[in-house]
């Protein structure tokens, strides 16, 4: 039998790692994108498309991400593609990533004072120039403590494409246990490595809304 | 598209989707009463507790809220036994979602605690309450009441999240999905099904939570 030593495993899985931290980054920022589209649909005019954008964030924060997973696994599969785990994986994260942070958003663009809203109308501005210099640049303020908050929510999502093949962090770590039979070691550093990751952004998150607050509380 | 929807197996394996739901709303029920006592009591160990205590408090807060609850499952399920410590799936899952809930609630009611306002705990002193008595009628009661609707929403995240249990092989609705789907070769029609499952769920837990609410904190400090 082959003897691994510790900085085996701990090398195989900071290999792995790379991908957690690709799909990461590929999940937040195409939710960031259709999370920003969600979001007009839903404050905006149009009935229609407030009620869809409803409905899908209700959706989305309602079943499980893992469900999300498979159908997206075998959903895109009926389309008649060969579906590769990271596709799969990709999709099912950015959407549910949009809704997620859609709804965040909402709420930050909802929280803005209703006579900030009244104030641009009466200067004549159109809803574009409205969001454009006035809602958003006030709202992004206090949306980007919750998002880097979120951004750990969706670094841990990552572990759940494991489940469907996708070969990152944790999908690693059982594989180097079947090899290793050493379970508590490898889940052990397995989880050191997502606390690593996830801890610096919840503490910036903290960070920031201690400092983005200070403005806010003189009000 | 060719490929023709068929959900005629529901009726040969509705009873396995039945048993699934039962053991869902099983976890979630023991869960969320344990998780939510254990999130209560590191409130007041760190709000109150001996001093060694609150940084023991804070690295599990902290070590739980940032690793995924995948990876706290496989650790119990596969790590803990090297310790000697053997556990069936359903206790393994059980315990993975209270230290789970157990971490989030505590920050949760930590903030309600930190909300209420100084002078009620003073006022419980003058009162001659014990500080357990304080914090009990005083603090905890009205702090518990003010986040009962985000100690809720963690609560359906934790039932959501409960999906993974199926990965150490707790037999849950999950697990009912994927046996139904090797069986039948069914895997869209199988988690679809489960999906809407899972959603009708979340929304009855959630009404479950909100009467729960209304039941335990009866009108307590409303003007």
């Known amino acids: 039998m082959i003897e691994f030593s510790l900085w085996d495993i701990l090398r195989n899985l900071l290999l792995a790692t790379r991908w957690t931290v690709l799909l990461s980054l590929v999940a937040f920022i195409g939710g960031a994108l259709a999370g920003i589209l969600l979001l007009f649909m839903r404050i905006g005019k149009r009935r229609a498309l407030r009620l869809f954008a409803k409905c899908y964030v209700e959706l989305f924060q309602g079943t499980p991400l893992l469900m999300q997973l498979f159908l997206a696994f075998f959903g895109l599969g009926l389309l008649g593609i060969d579906v590769p785990a990271w596709l799969a994986a990709a999709v099912a994260l950015i959407l549910w990533t949009a809704a997620f942070l859609a709804e965040i958003w909402r709420g930050c663009v909802e929280a803005i004072a209703k006579g900030q809203w009244e104030a641009s109308s009466s200067l004549g501005m159109g809803y574009l120039q409205q969001m454009r210099y006035v809602i958003l640049p006030q709202a992004l303020r206090i949306a980007i403590p919750p998002t880097v908050g979120f951004s750990v929510q969706v670094v841990k999502g990552t572990a759940l494409t494991s489940i469907i093949g996708f070969v990152e962090l944790s999908k690693a770590g059982t594989m180097v246990t079947n090899a290793t039979f050493q379970p508590f070691t490898v889940y052990g550093l397995v989880a050191l490595i997502y606390f690593a990751l996830c801890w610096p952004l919840s503490k910036s998150s903290q960070i920031l809304e201690r400092k983005l607050n200070v403005a806010h509380r003189n009000h | 598209m060719k490929y023709v929807f068929d959900f005629a197996w529901l009726g040969q394996y509705w009873p396995v989707l039945l048993k699934g739901v039962a053991v869902t709303i099983g976890l979630i029920t023991v869960g969320a009463v344990l998780g939510i006592a254990l999130g209560i009591f590191c409130a007041w160990a760190r709000a109150l507790g001996p001093k060694w205590l609150r940084p023991v408090i804070t690295a599990y807060v902290e070590l739980i809220r940032n690793t995924p609850f995948l990876i706290q ?151």
């Open chain 2, 73 to 223: 499952l496989f650790f119990i399920f596969f790590g803990l036994p090297s310790l000697g410590l053997q556990m069936s799936e359903l206790q393994a899952a059980n315990l993975a979602m209270v230290v789970n809930l157990g971490a989030y609630s505590c920050e949760i009611i930590r903030a309600g605690i930190q909300a209420a306002p100084r002078g009620q705990s003073e006022a419980g002193a003058s009162l001659a309450m014990s500080p357990i008595q304080t914090f009990r009628h005083v603090i905890l009661v009205p702090s518990l009441q003010r986040i009962w609707p985000a100690l809720s929403s963690q609560v359906v995240i934790v039932m959501l999240g409960s999906a993974v249990v199926s990965q150490i092989a707790a037999e849950d609705l999950t697990y009912a999905a994927n046996f139904i789907q090797s069986r039948t070769f069914r895997a869209f029609e199988a988690y679809f099904v489960s999906t809407a499952i899972y959603l009708l769920l979340a929304i009855a837990l959630r009404q479950v939570l909100a009467a729960v609410g209304t039941m335990i904190f009866p009108r307590r400090s409303r003007q």
